[in-house]
C-alpha cells in the first residue's frame, strides 16, 4: 500500500477525534489539563486557557477576538473539505519541547521565527539573531507535523499551542515578487521562475531574458499567478501560495493568529505563553512595514482594474479569514 494511501486510511481511523476538533469551540476536547512535560511545568495551551478563564489583557482578547472571527469565517465562507494529506502538514513546523505547532507562511517573518524555534529547541545559538538565514530554512533543522504517524498528528493537534502568522495579502506578495524576481540575489528563483513568466506572457523576449528571467515586470508576474495554466502545472510556489492553501486554517485549530502588522506585540504574546518573555524577537526595522505597503501600492497602481479584481478573487479567502479589508488603491468597481 503507497505510504498515501496508508496516511489517508490512518488518519481516518486514528484522527476522526481530530477532525471533529477542529470544528469545536476554542478549547473544547482540547488536552489543557495535563502538561506536555509530565506535569513538571505548564504549557503554552495551558497559559493560553488560564487567560482565557480569567480576567484577559488587552492583547490576550485581542487574540480571542481573531480566533472568534477565523472560526466564524471559516463557517460562512467553506464548504465540503477533504480530508488532510500528509503533505498539507508540511509547513506545520513542531516543537516538542515547548509544546508548539508553528506553521510558516513565507513573507511574513517566517526567518527570524525559525530563528527563534531553533534558539528556543537548543538547536541554535540563545540569541536568534546569531543564526544565519540559510541554517534557519537548512532542511530538516525542524521537524514538520508532515514527519509523524496520524497518531502523533492527532495527539500534538490535542495537546500543543497552535501558531500561525499572516500579512497583508497583496503587500506579502508584492514583498515575494521585490525579494525573489527583482532582486539581485533572486537568481535562483530568476532563473526557476522569470525565464518561464518571459516565455510564456512576453511577446518578443530578449534572449538574456530567456537565459536569466531577472527582468520580469509586475504585471507579468500577475498575468502568471492568473493564468490556468500555471495551475495546472502544480500549486504555486510557497512565497506567492495564499496562507490558507499553506495552513489549511478552517482545519487545524490555530490558538494564536498573530499578524505582520502587530508583530512585535504577538510574538512577545506568544513568547510570554512559552514562557521565555525574555528571549527577543528579531523585529524589522520600525520603518519597514510603512515602506512595504507604499511600495504595494505603487506596484499596484499600473495594473488595470480588470486584473486588480481577478487578482482579489485569486486571494479573496485570505482576505476574509484573517479580516483584512481591500486596500484602498484597488479599483474593485
Given amino acids: ?30 488536552a489543557v489539563g495535563s502538561s506536555w512535560l509530565g506535569g513538571k511545568r505548564r504549557s503554552p495551551l495551558q497559559m493560553l ?29 467553506t464548504r465540503r473539505q477533504r480530508l488532510l494529506r500528509p503533505e498539507d502538514l508540511r509547513h506545520v513546523l513542531v516543537d516538542d519541547a ?46 514538520s507535523l508532515a514527519d509523524f504517524s496520524p497518531a502523533e498528528v492527532n495527539r500534538r493537534l ?3 499551542l497552535a501558531f500561525l502568522f499572516v500579512r497583508e495579502p497583496f503587500e506579502r506578495l508584492a514583498s515575494a515578487y521585490r525579494n525573489k524576481l527583482q532582486r539581485p540575489w533572486g537568481a535562483t528563483f ?17 534572449p538574456d531574458a530567456l ?12 498575468a502568471y499567478l492568473l493564468d490556468p495554466r500555471t495551475r495546472r502545472d502544480g500549486p504555486f510556489n510557497e512565497h506567492w501560495e495564499r496562507a490558507h492553501a499553506l495552513c489549511h486554517p478552517c482545519r487545524l485549530r490555530y490558538d494564536v493568529v498573530g499578524k505582520f ?29 510603512a515602506a512595504a505597503r507604499d511600495r504595494a501600492a505603487r506596484l499596484f497602481h ?21 479580516n483584512y479589508s481591500a486596500p484602498s488603491y484597488l479599483r474593485l468597481r
Fill in 211 to 222: 537565459v536569466r528571467g531577472h527582468d520580469v515586470r509586475f504585471a507579468e508576474f500577475l
Fill in 261 to 289: 502588522e502587530t508583530l512585535a506585540e504577538d510574538a512577545a504574546f506568544v513568547l510570554s505563553l512559552v514562557g521565555a518573555p525574555g528571549l527577543r524577537f528579531p523585529e524589522p526595522p520600525s520603518w519597514a512595514q
Fill in 1 to 30: 500500500m503507497g505510504r498515501r494511501l496508508w496516511w489517508r486510511r490512518a488518519l481516518v481511523a486514528a484522527c476522526l477525534g481530530a477532525a471533529l476538533l477542529l470544528l469545536c469551540p476554542a478549547f473544547e476536547n482540547r
Fill in 302 to 322: 499600473d495594473i488595470s482594474p480588470f486584473y486588480q479584481q481577478r487578482l482579489y478573487g485569486l486571494y479573496r479567502m485570505d482576505f476574509l479569514l484573517f
Fill in 49 to 77: 486557557y488560564d487567560l482565557d478563564q480569567g480576567p484577559r489583557s488587552a492583547l490576550a482578547e485581542v487574540h480571542r477576538q481573531r480566533r472568534d472571527l477565523l472560526r466564524r469565517a471559516c463557517s460562512h465562507h
Fill in 98 to 143: 515547548h509544546g508548539l505547532l508553528y506553521c510558516y507562511v513565507p513573507k511574513v517573518a517566517c526567518t527570524n521565527w525559525k530563528r527563534v524555534l531553533l534558539a528556543l529547541s537548543g538547536r541554535g545559538p540563545g540569541d536568534p539573531r546569531a543564526i544565519p538565514a540559510h541554517e534557519a530554512h537548512a532542511p530538516g533543522r525542524l521537524p
Fill in 190 to 206: 530568476q532563473r526557476r521562475f522569470g525565464t518561464g513568466i518571459v516565455r510564456r506572457l512576453r511577446p518578443r523576449p530578449g
Fill in 158 to 160: 490535542r495537546a500543543y
